[in-house]
């Protein structure tokens, strides 16, 4: 409800809220847990399909998921650790929000 406040009111100033979704390590994919601090895994398709439907109420607010469950393109050689991006994935994930961004201009 609290996410849903923020767009509203972002919305009345004409602002563009986007949630994103950092890639975390597909390891998690054999866990239980979504992430290393996260929800059970199990939970996170309906949770997901919950954030993706405010963009349809609310057309001011672009979810970015680039973690996928786990199925993302980001190697580890692009994360500090399981949780974290090093500088390469850092650079790929600005490039594609700056593209993302570049398209709202």
């Known amino acids: 409800n ?3 406040d923020i767009i509203k009111e ?8 986007i ?5 975390q390590s597909p390891a998690f994919r054999e866990t ?7 929800i059970q895994r199990s939970l ?16 001011n607010f672009i ?9 993302h393109d980001y190697t580890d050689d692009m994360a500090l650790d399981a949780g ?11 490039i594609r929000l700056d593209s993302l961004l570049r398209t709202l201009e």
Do not use: C, R, W
Not at 44 to 56: A, C, R, T
């Open 44 to 59: 996170m398709p309906q949770l997901f399909e919950e954030i993706n439907d405010i963009s349809k109420t609310y057309p």
């Open 32 to 38: 239980g847990a979504y992430a290393q601090f996260g």
């Open 84 to 94: 974290h991006l090093a500088t390469e994935g850092a650079t790929q994930m600005s």
């Open 63 to 71: 979810f970015v998921d680039e973690n996928k469950m786990g199925n």
């Open 2 to 4: 609290l996410l849903i």
């Open 10 to 17: 972002a919305s009345e100033h004409d602002v563009t809220v």
């Open 19 to 23: 949630g994103v979704e950092f890639p």
